[in-house]
């Protein structure tokens, strides 16, 4: 099986090709992609403190995770409120 790759793939399924090391996105799209990945994370971060949690029933766990769910989207709400305020400064 000679026609095997050195990299350890052993089967390519659909036309995906590997791009050649060194080939980026052209730097504006580049940027545009970083700036809505970091965006996006910070948005959408489940909230949830560290630790280890026990519970005496699934219904005190369910609970917690619930809470946590809603400060979750508390969060997140005013943090693209945040977003839209500042970016409706900066545009005027």
Known sequence: M????DNGIA?????RKTPEPGVRLPE???QDIQRWITSTHKLLCWRVPKG???YRTHEEANADGDKWMAETIVATIRARETLEIEKSHGSE
């Open 52 to 54: 280890v949690f026990r």
């Open 11 to 15: 089967r390519t399924v659909g036309r």
């Open 2 to 5: 000679d026609s095997e790759p």
């Open 28 to 30: 504006p799209l580049g």
